[in-house]
């Protein structure tokens, strides 16, 4: 029995993690449905990219590229293409991977089989769920003749395509956001 046990107990420890949700990886960007997405989100199509740095960068580029004094820095920031008058908003969404710990149900039972056994049972204990972030930067974007500027039916998707694309490409080169200000 305790042959079997051991056998038992080296197959789970080397498996002992099992993914309940992996979090998507986007290799450039994507654009799709906020709502598809991640449920809080918009109906509106998104630009959606991994974002590597931490908690606020974005926020911070945001703020000091478009000069808002910490105003309405989430919300309808207004930009220029090709002289037509857009605004953006943007999420910062985490979607964590989550996986179930095999491991410390095993330690449990071993414990509890050393211990001569006081009669609990080890699997009413809650295994422990392991959480690790991914973190994302959702856009949309709109304008006063479009609710929805990123739609594949949208007359204007092209040129704010190649905007997102571009502030994406700068926001992730960039340090010091104070070099924003002196690039415009």
Same mark, same amino acid.
């Given at each position: 029995?305790r042959?079997?046990?051991?056998?038992?107990?080296?197959f789970f420890?080397?498996y002992?993690?099992? $993914?309940?949700r +992996? &979090?998507p990886?986007?290799?450039? =960007?994507? +654009?799709?449905?906020g @709502?598809? %997405?991640?449920?809080s989100?918009?109906?509106?199509?998104?630009f +959606?990219?991994e974002d590597? @740095?931490?908690?606020? =960068?974005f926020?911070d580029? +945001?703020?000091?590229?478009?000069?808002?004094d =910490?105003?309405?820095v989430?919300?309808?920031i207004p %930009?220029m293409?090709?002289?037509e008058q #857009? %605004?953006?908003a943007?999420?910062?969404?985490?979607i $964590?991977d @989550?996986?179930?710990?095999?491991a410390?149900i095993l330690?449990n039972v071993g414990m509890?089989e050393?211990?001569?056994?006081?009669?609990?049972d $080890? %699997?009413?204990?809650?295994?422990?769920? /392991?959480?690790?972030?991914?973190?994302?930067l959702a856009? *949309?974007v709109?304008s006063?003749t479009e609710?929805?500027?990123l739609?594949?039916n949208s007359l204007?998707r092209n /040129?704010?395509? *190649? #905007?997102?694309r571009a502030?994406?490409k *700068? #926001?992730? &080169?960039?340090h010091n #956001?104070n070099e924003? /200000?002196f @690039?415009?």
């Amino acid at each position: 029995m305790r042959r079997i046990l051991l056998i038992v107990s080296v197959f789970f420890l080397s498996y002992s993690c099992i $993914p309940l949700r +992996i &979090a998507p990886k986007i290799e450039d =960007h994507k +654009i799709t449905r906020g @709502k598809k %997405f991640k449920r809080s989100l918009s109906k509106r199509q998104m630009f +959606i990219f991994e974002d590597p @740095k931490d908690d606020g =960068h974005f926020y911070d580029y +945001i703020n000091i590229k478009f000069k808002l004094d =910490h105003d309405n820095v989430y919300d309808d920031i207004p %930009f220029m293409v090709d002289g037509e008058q #857009y %605004f953006f908003a943007w999420y910062e969404v985490e979607i $964590p991977d @989550k996986t179930l710990d095999l491991a410390s149900i095993l330690i449990n039972v071993g414990m509890n089989e050393l211990m001569g056994g006081d009669g609990e049972d $080890p %699997f009413l204990d809650t295994p422990e769920v /392991v959480r690790k972030g991914n973190w994302y930067l959702a856009l *949309e974007v709109y304008s006063d003749t479009e609710k929805d500027c990123l739609a594949d039916n949208s007359l204007s998707r092209n /040129v704010v395509l *190649e #905007y997102l694309r571009a502030l994406k490409k *700068e #926001y992730l &080169a960039t340090h010091n #956001y104070n070099e924003v /200000v002196f @690039k415009n």
